[in-house]
């Protein structure tokens, strides 16, 4: 059984609660839990080739039941689950998913892997279902960070899913628990390498049509923001070392609402952390 799409060819985002295909190989299924971290909400990517029976899908979801049963439903049989990385609004659902679909569930990290022993390594491809899944490890925005590239069909652009290291729109945090920017920089140069022509699947917003000009810019925002929070240690005197985050904080983000200085804390002390190393 392979479920039909909603009928209206130009659907956009978001689409909370039905699922909507975005290229011949993937649909996605929006999660009703918008915030100011999950933008709308989290993207569910049911990856299937064109006549196949069996579907792979990527980042389940958060706890939701009624988000996992219609995923369940739409993808039909789950050959395979894969996890582009740890945080709980992609990850806290699996084990009802498995229990709603059986699946093999393989993530970097073996925590979350079920129904399987082998964790997801960088480099490795994947062919299951008539799919060709690349992985590639791209920590930064958490350690166990991975994005997928999915192949097209002869002639047609292959995809970028790329969890919550490229998002639709916006920028992504890098979690200060083990995020580092040199590690997210050097995931950016090497999206940059395979990314162009390439459909963009984020795990947050809307999809994009190419991947590439959406990682050339992430890039160039983070030189930005570095050189403003370099600009901001020699306005106050202070060392990359020693500078308190939420000083910086205060005076390159003095202009934003106050709502958005602890996210902008965390990323003001990941970068603090970089220049102290790097300069
Ligand atoms: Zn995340």
Redesign the pocket.
Known sequence: MTPEATADPHPGHPLPGKLRQVTPYAAVLLCDNPSV?TLEGTNTWILRAPGREEAVVVDPGPKDKKHLKKVAKAAGTVALTLV????A??TAGLKRWEELTRSPIRAFSEKYCINTATPLTGGEVIEVAGLRIEVLHTPG??AD?LSFLVDGAEGEPGALVS??TILGRGT??L?ASDGTLADYLGSLEALSTVAAGRVLLP??GPDLPDSGPVVAAYAAHRQDRLQQVRDALADLGLSAADAKPMKVVKHVYRDVDKKAWPAARQSVKVQLAYLAEHG
């Open positions: 971290m582009t990385h740890r945080h609004d992609h925005h958490t960070s969890g919550d992504t945090v979690d795990g947050h």
